[in-house]
């Protein structure tokens, strides 16, 4: 096939254009550890700039380098940061740490010895004050890597659990190095992962799942197979019956890991099958008629599919379809690339992800399992993933007293804020790690990664991050939808009128107000920043982007 047709593809001379959901979408995503970084920042100057002047920085004011070199910042970042300055006066108003704070987040300090071959050096303390204060910084509501506790590849992740143990070892003498369980879940982290890791690519995790998930529901031999099953008595209408079966096929492929969790799949799963007779699909290859999930990756690589073609080659052409594959521009100067766009190889490499998505689901539950099995081990694997103690130390805690040994990376407190200001602190660590031994139940075994990079991460929320079936997935729309199921506000409207109007209202409000802080405002803070810079960044990042001439015809007066 050649890309040339496509490539040169007619569409108007003086307009390019991306659809503009897509475009916000990636808007509000984008770089949200960026933004975290220049709220971070923003804190910073405001509180220095408070120490020297007993008064607090306005957005319009001219950048005081001096604050800038005593903060860790640069007059670059400054023209970043500056309309954050509301968000870093509200928040630094709540700090007491010493004479200064001081930027830390963007640096890296000393060497990763965490061993496993992790090497990220980055702080676990954003920012540093004196001693008593080396904060880990927390954004109240975002669910970006960047407010969890642990994002860590392979290597790392890896080495906080040795970590953990040894802390394990050392404070309380629980030697757990050579128990079968512990050597288990380490190789799970450190070889299984790392097996997951490609830079070599070409389709996106989600969309990757989406495909499959409506190929099977709509055209896989499963849907001829449940035909065949007779509408039970437990549903009253065809329709309920239909309904019924799709959710059950959602809810199978769900649980394995085929397509992204939900609240009800096991629920879905149990009521067909209670009503049937009918047993899920497992993982694997199946046995005589009955077929596994292999069968079904096997059916859906050999099948074929003109809408799928149709939005590859849209994607190639520029236009507005969006197919599996990553950004065409990652891809446009790769060799042999009409070869790695074929169906067949793209659908390949979307099995391949499916099937690293089921088998982390069984390594969740095994480190899962691990830690019902060795509560002491809990509130150390939080302790490190919080503090990063044994990553920049590089030796285990001997006691459980707060850190204080001036600034190397560690972070011996959090604290969680808001626009508005700090909304908690946690001033000593370890009594954190002690207090929320709940948090290995955020535990999570997913994808990660950009371009054409993809790996397996293990993840660990922070307290005040959703968790469970409150957990808000990682894009806008995803956002959405998961606010109208958890919330069940439009369920309730339809169903529960009568006895639910005064819950309604105050769930109405929450989900409003919640749609508010992470939505819009997210939007139209941005789009003032962007409007400083004036009309034309405001338009490119709504996906418009004029190059050619206006003209205007002569009124007639």
């Known amino acids: 096939m050649s890309l040339q047709p496509y490539i040169r593809q007619l569409k108007p001379r003086n307009e390019s254009y991306t659809p503009p959901v897509e475009k916000i979408q990636t808007f509000l995503t984008e770089g949200r550890t960026t933004a975290a970084t220049r709220a971070e920042m923003a804190i910073c100057y405001q509180y220095n700039y408070f120490k020297e002047y007993e008064k607090y920085a306005n957005a319009d004011d001219p950048e005081d380098t001096g604050i800038s070199a005593k903060s860790g910042t640069t007059t670059d970042n400054f023209d970043k940061f500056k309309s954050l300055l509301d968000t870093g006066q509200n928040v630094a108003k709540d700090l007491d740490v010493g004479d200064k704070l001081v930027h830390s987040g963007a640096g890296s300090v000393g060497s990763n010895q965490l061993g496993h071959g992790a090497s990220d050096n980055t702080p676990k303390a954003d920012i540093y004050g004196n001693d008593d204060n080396q904060i880990s910084l ?70 990757s799942k989406k495909d499959f998930g409506t190929w099977y529901l709509e055209d896989s031999s499963r849907v001829a197979e449940l035909k065949k099953v007779r ?28 397509i992204p969790s939900f609240e009800k799949k096991d629920e879905y799963v149990d009521e067909f099958k209670n009503a049937t007779g009918v047993n899920p699909i497992a993982a694997g290859k199946g046995r005589g008629r009955i077929k596994g999930l ?48 074929k169906e067949p190889a793209l659908k390949a490499q979307i099995v391949d992800i499916l099937n690293n998505s089921v088998k982390a689901v069984a390594w969740k539950d095994k480190l899962t399992e691990f830690f019902q099995n060795n509560e002491g081990m809990k509130k150390w694997m939080v302790y490190e993933a919080a503090s990063g103690y044994y990553k920049f130390k590089g030796s285990a805690r001997t006691d459980t007293s707060k850190y204080k040994t001036g600034f190397n990376g560690v972070a011996n407190k959090i604290v969680s804020f808001s626009d508005k200001g700090v909304t908690k602190t946690y001033d000593d660590l370890y009594s954190f790690a002690a207090k929320n031994i709940d948090l290995i139940d955020t535990l999570s075994v997913s994808y990660k990664g950009s371009a054409r990079s993809r790996y397996m991460k293990l993840g660990l929320s922070s307290e005040y991050v959703p968790t469970g079936a409150d957990l808000i997935q ?29 819950s309604m209202i105050t769930t109405a409000k929450n989900v409003l107000n919640v749609f508010y802080e992470r939505v819009i405002k997210r939007l139209f803070t941005k789009l003032v920043e962007l409007g400083k810079q004036g009309i034309d960044a405001v338009l490119e990042s709504l996906g418009i982007s004029v190059e050619g001439e206006v003209s205007m015809k002569t009124p007639s007066w």
């Open 231 to 258: 509408k039970p008595k437990d549903y009253k209408t065809p329709k309920q019956f239909e309904t019924a079966k799709i959710n059950f096929m959602k809810g199978e492929l769900s649980v394995l890991g085929a």
């Open 138 to 207: 927390k954004k109240q509501g975002d669910k970006s890597d960047s407010a969890q506790l642990m994002s860590a590849k392979s290597g790392e992740a890896a080495g906080v659990f040795s970590a953990a143990m040894k802390h394990y070892n050392s404070v309380e003498k629980e030697n757990i190095s050579i128990n079968k369980d512990f050597l288990a879940a380490m190789s799970i982290l450190e070889n299984d992962m790392a097996t997951t890791a490609r830079n070599d690519i070409n389709v996106e995790v989600k969309t």
């Open 294 to 341: 292999e069968d079904y990756f096997d059916e859906y690589k050999n099948s074929e599919d003109a809408d799928f073609r149709a939005k590859v080659d849209s994607d190639v052409a520029g236009g507005d379809k969006k197919s599996v594959m990553v950004s065409w521009k990652h891809l446009e100067n790769i060799k042999d690339v009409e070869e790695l766009i």
């Open 474 to 502: 990682e894009s806008i729309d995803e956002e959405i939808k998961l606010l109208y199921l958890q919330e069940g506000m439009f369920r309730d409207l339809g169903l529960k009128l009568k006895n639910k109007v005064t």
